[in-house]
């Protein structure tokens, strides 16, 4: 197998190269010309096996130019030692079939841990195998959480640096923290007067500059992304996934009619993971896309249009604040049978006008895959109220998204068969909210509200969110949108 790129498949490349380079030359994204397909004994094989074991089986199907040796480095690195008792993704029951796959076990509290644990591994494989010595420059567009994960990924990996741009009022205060008391010698951070998609445009347009590449070339430096429209945050993805099908296979649940997977969807890239996982042979019904006042992408798929020229809302579940989802285009790709003239066509359309319909063919496809639904903030915080008073489960805002438009699909399909809700972040990433659904009591200061949330709960505030009491603020820089380069070449010094 190999790479190809969605806006002209005659671009074929390794996955080492996929991965260093991140990004297509002409602006398209990476995706496998073709998907191994797992059958009954691959998954009596996966199921005896820890998370690191069934990564490792999964990841070797994509990362065709890596060798055994290379795949048990990169693996054992990012997954041994970095996450609760060694689980980077457990499951939690919450009533009959709500499977709440909990994706926030490691350094930084988010789902971006699974992919930004490896993606500094594969990437510096990768690297060594296509980019003959020059130094990786991580450029990052974040709404948050990748900031974050990708800043602690990197951390003084030899022959990196990296830069993380994230909306001045886009990210909630304890993200913030994290992202300003970053340690490392090749980190920077900065803020951007402007919104996610400003950042990511921002980043797109920087990557992309042929006089820009040039400049680093000099240096004897190159662009990479940890976005995820980088296939190396999108193959561990897919892994978890798998290892929830087989937990629950070993669990003894009967899932011979398939089951349901809910993800709380900003960039498009989680549930994008879930459509490859089915793909593969894992017995998937319906992908439930859930969006919070943000519904870009609810309105697509119930109307085959995409249209960004809308009212961009700020919410309590910022991660998911994105008007352009990315990895929307892969998926396109995938819906048209890899049509890259009507793919790059149609992002011509959204750069230009900020909107494009598909074909009715593509519709439908997209409807019988996936369902559509969205929550705003009052119900978002119900829905915590709720699941807490219910079932004593206490879950952040992205998830409660989730939970809410779980909740609409069962009520208007009546389809109550087995289902796993993708949980992507503590709820102490976002305190305020989460205190604010469950007690009347307020705090004055992010730890207090903690401290507060987890006596009024009885929930254990996270060692990483612990430790951010007494960190040193590092980053206090903010800039103009259009000045994202300028700050680029003076991290660099060059
Ligand atoms: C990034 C993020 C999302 C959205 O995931 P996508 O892959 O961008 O769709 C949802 N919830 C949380 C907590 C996140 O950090």
Redesign the pocket.
């Known amino acids: 197998m190999n790479y190809i790129s969605t806006r002209d498949k005659s671009i074929k490349v390794t996955a080492a190269k996929a991965i260093s380079q991140g990004i297509s030359v002409e602006g398209g994204l990476f995706v496998p010309d073709t998907f191994s397909v797992f059958d009954d004994n691959d998954f009596a094989q996966l199921t005896k096996l820890d998370y690191v074991g069934r990564a490792k089986y999964v990841l070797k199907n994509f990362l065709n130019d890596f060798s055994e040796e290379e795949i048990d480095y990169c693996v054992n690195g990012a997954y041994k030692g970095s996450f609760d008792n060694d689980q980077p993704a457990p499951i939690s029951l919450v009533g009959k079939n709500a499977n709440l796959l909990e994706l926030w076990h490691g350094p930084t509290c988010?789902?971006?841990d699974l992919a930004l644990q490896l993606l500094p591994y594969l990437l510096t494989t990768s690297a060594k195998k296509v980019s003959d010595g020059k130094k990786i420059v991580i450029l990052v567009a974040t709404?948050?959480?990748?900031g974050k994960a990708a800043l602690e990924g990197f951390c003084d990996v030899p022959n990196t640096e990296i830069l993380v741009f994230y909306p001045s009022e886009g990210v909630s205060p304890m993200q913030k923290l994290q992202m300003d008391s970053q340690k490392g010698e090749n980190v920077h951070v900065c803020a951007i007067k402007g919104n996610f998609d400003d950042a990511q445009t921002g980043v797109k347009n920087i990557f992309t500059n042929d006089q820009v590449k040039a400049k680093l070339l000099e240096n004897n430096m190159q662009f990479s992304s940890a976005n995820?429209i980088n296939w190396g945050r999108l193959a561990p993805q897919i892994v978890y996934y798998i290892s929830a099908y087989c937990d629950m296979l070993s669990r003894g649940e009967d899932l011979k009619d398939g089951f349901n997977i809910v993800?709380?969807?900003?960039?498009?890239?989680?549930?994008l993971a879930a459509y490859y996982a089915k793909k593969m042979g894992v017995p998937v019904n319906k992908l439930i896309c859930a969006s919070n006042a943000n519904n870009v992408l609810t309105d697509f798929i119930n109307t085959g249009k995409y249209d960004r020229n809308r009212s961009f809302f700020t919410t309590i579940?910022p991660?998911?604040d994105?008007l352009i989802?990315s990895?929307l285009e892969r998926m396109l790709f995938e819906l048209s049978g890899n049509d890259d003239k009507a793919v790059a066509a149609m992002q011509k359309e959204l750069a230009e006008n900020g909107t494009f319909t598909v074909s009715q063919e593509i519709n439908e496809k997209m409807s019988q895959l996936f369902f559509g639904g969205c929550c705003d903030d009052k119900a978002t915080i119900e829905t915590i109220k709720e699941l807490f008073q219910k079932y004593g489960y206490l879950c952040?805002t992205?998830t409660a998204v989730a939970m809410n438009v779980y909740k609409q699909y069962v009520k208007t399909t009546g389809d109550d068969r087995a289902t796993v809700i993708a949980s992507?972040?503590s709820p102490y990433k976002f305190a305020n909210s989460v205190l604010s659904a469950v007690s009347d009591k307020k705090a004055d200061s992010e730890f207090q509200t903690a401290r507060l949330l987890m006596s009024e709960t009885g929930v254990q505030i996270p060692e990483p969110i612990k430790a951010l009491e007494n960190a040193k603020v590092r980053f206090n820089n903010i800039c103009e949108k259009t000045d994202m380069l300028s700050v680029v070449y003076k991290a660099l010094g060059i």
């Open positions: 988010a789902f971006k709404s948050g959480d990748t995820s993800v709380p969807t900003g960039n498009f890239g989680n549930i579940s991660s998911m994105i989802s990895n952040d992205h992507t972040a």
